[in-house]
């Protein structure tokens, strides 16, 4: 028994894989404290991936006015694509497509059918982290 438990613990010893910080065995740091600190890390390296709100409003706001049947005076951070600037609901599919290829990222169709104005343009595109 002793020279099983002694077999055990060699192959055992040869197997552990050193963690920075700390080890998996001995009551140290183990998993828990392992997968704590990937998703801190990946969560700090997300949150700096996303765009400035106001840049993602200056660049909408732009795609906006470029776009053929809108008068680019009525155009506002706040403006609603069917009630104030007299888009229908084809059109705002051509805007949606527009801003993707602006931001390089597809927007999914039941995302794209809630955005309705600029400022939820915005705010959907300034929430993902592969708008460029």
Do not use: C, Y
Request: hydrophobic share 45%; glycine share 6%; proline share 4%.
């Amino acid at each position: 028994m002793a020279a099983a438990a002694a077999a055990r613990a060699t192959v055992l010893k040869h197997l552990r894989v050193a963690v920075a910080g700390g080890s998996l065995h001995g009551g140290q740091r183990g998993f828990p404290w392992l997968l704590a600190n990937s998703l801190r890390r990946f969560s700090e390296e997300v949150r700096g991936s996303f765009l400035d709100k106001s840049e993602v409003t200056d660049r909408v706001v732009s795609v906006v006015k470029n776009f053929q049947k809108v008068d680019p005076s009525k155009v506002t951070p706040e403006a609603h694509f069917q009630n104030d600037l007299g888009l229908d609901s084809l059109d705002t599919v051509e805007v949606v497509i527009a801003l993707e290829e602006e931001f390089g990222f597809e927007i999914p169709d039941n995302e794209a059918d809630k955005i309705t104005n600029i400022k939820m343009a915005v705010d959907f595109i300034a929430s993902h982290p592969q708008a460029k």
